[in-house]
């Protein structure tokens, strides 16, 4: 009994390591949008109004926002179509009144496929996404499924793109608002760390020069050198 415990004891956490769980610490936003240069095709609307529900049902891996600018992604509703399938063919036997004729009728039996076309947006990269059901529901739900398959599949991607955002953010803040850069006379500048961090730490260089996979930028009184987007030394 105690080799029984121990062993499924083993086996959950076995499934618990391997399943990903980021998605349930930091949902990722995203926006809903039904037109395309302020135009929206016939549908799109209600369709767009689906999705946030079937999103909404996500909630350990989305969170669904009000506005594309605290987005992380955008979901962009284009248009949506029908397409009619055979289903399946019923054969009707008629006699004749005198029983000496028979004649044959066959009726096919048409299903329609109801089908929502999308585009998902991630700063420049761009992908479409197709969903396909009985009712325009079902086929809002196949596009969440689709959002949601690959928020899952480009997750870390995602959470870096975020805090680049943020960081750009930040920098033209300070520059809108006249706000002083931080000082370099303070801070240590460590070996492999990347542009972004240095320009948390010093602001943005006075100057830059790149030249193949090395970069240098100059600061009052010091330039730092990158390789590789990585900090490998510093002259003063």
Known sequence: MRHSLILVHSICFLVMTSYPIHAQQQPIRVYVQSNAGGFTTAGAGDSATDLE???STKEKTIRVVN???EADITVRVDSRSE???LDSVVTYKNKSDDGKHTTTTTVPNQDTKRIVHATLIAGDF???????????????????????RWIKENYPRILERRTEQKQVT???HTASSGA????????SIEPGMTPSQVVKMMGEPLKKVAFGQKALWTYKGMQIVFTSD???DVKF
């Not at 992908?127 to 325009?136: A, P």
């Open 180 to 187: 002083t850069a931080p000082s370099n006379s303070d801070v």
């Open 230 to 232: 990585k900090v490998t």
């Open 53 to 55: 529900k079937s999103l």
């Open 126 to 148: 761009s992908t479409g996404l197709e969903g396909e059901g009985i009712t325009w529901r079902g086929a809002a739900d196949k596009i969440a499924t689709l959002t949601d």
């Open 170 to 172: 930040q920098t033209e």
């Open 83 to 85: 397409r009619k399938e």
């Open 67 to 69: 506005s594309s600018s």
